[in-house]
Nanobody, 124 residues
Framework: VQLQASGGGLVQPGGSLRLSCAASGFTFDDYAIGWFRQAPGKEREFVLAISRDGIGTYYADSVKGRFTISRDNAKNTVYLQMNSLKPEDTAVYYC??????????????????WGQGTQVTVSS
């Protein structure tokens, strides 16, 4: 199982970024995918998740109305569109897949495989 997150970078407050998570080594459309982030000195926190068919999406309150998640099962890729970025969104962003269960998608312990992370820095 491999998850490759990409698309991070430096952006000014109010700007946008789109992250991608390319997956391989498993049947992609059998599983939900989640995005988490971790800022220096803080615990890893849930950002969004998407069901295996892309119909169900789940958001942390802190990103509602600003971030959206989508997936292209033909390309084995999940996307995280981030708009109206704030300095507090600065973190390393990780995608992950829960193989054992599709429940409790907001909990890091529900996920079995993680990508390497991509840095997002929001600063003027």
């Amino acid at each position: 199982v491999q998850l490759q997150a990409s698309g991070g970078g430096l952006v000014q407050p109010g700007g946008s970024l789109r992250l991608s998570c390319a997956a391989s080594g498993f049947t992609f459309d059998d599983y939900a995918i989640g995005w988490f982030r971790q800022a220096p000195g803080k615990e890893r926190e849930f950002v969004l998740a998407i069901s295996r068919d892309g119909i169900g999406t789940y958001y942390a309150d802190s990103v509602k109305g600003r971030f959206t998640i989508s997936r292209d099962n033909a390309k084995n890729t999940v996307y995280l569109q981030m708009n109206s970025l704030k300095p507090e969104d600065t973190a390393v962003y990780y995608c992950a897949v829960p193989v054992r269960s599709g429940s409790f998608l907001h909990m890091p312990s529900s996920y079995d495989y993680w990508g390497q992370g991509t840095q997002v820095t929001v600063s003027s």
